[in-house]
């Protein structure tokens, strides 16, 4: 069983940065690809980022381009979401997911943006 473990979330006031971990532990054997989604309050899981594992695909939802990269290191199996310039709208449960043989997903990691 795999489980992707997210770290990193936490309170931040607007235009401020925050770093997210996704470690994908377990039976890990290779990792096509790892994205990231948020959930904000009363609304529905919607798409942030998503990467290849070898790190040539980028995609990236309109709201965060420019301010969000998203990043994979093979070694850790571990990938990354640097977000900057935080808005009080970015504020969710942010959630990784891995994709082996199927997509596993991690418990989510609560990021709140002060305004």
């Known amino acids: 069983q795999v489980q992707p473990q997210e770290s990193g979330g936490g309170l931040v006031q607007a235009g401020g940065s925050l770093m997210l971990s996704c470690a994908a532990s377990?039976?890990?054997?290779?990792?096509?690809?790892m994205a990231w989604f948020r959930r904000a309050p009363g609304e529905d899981r919607e798409f942030v980022a998503a990467?290849?594992?070898?790190?040539?695909?980028?995609i990236y939802a309109d709201s965060v381009k420019g301010r969000f990269t998203i990043s994979f290191t093979h070694a850790k199996n571990t990938g990354y979401l640097r977000m900057n310039s935080l808005k009080p709208e970015d504020t969710a449960v942010y959630y990784c997911?891995?994709?082996?043989?199927?997509?596993?997903w991690g418990q989510g990691t609560q990021v709140t943006v002060s305004s």
């Open positions: 997911a891995a994709n082996l043989d199927m997509w596993y």
């Open positions: 377990g039976r890990t054997t290779i990792v096509y690809a």
């Open positions: 990467i290849s594992s070898s790190g040539s695909t980028t």
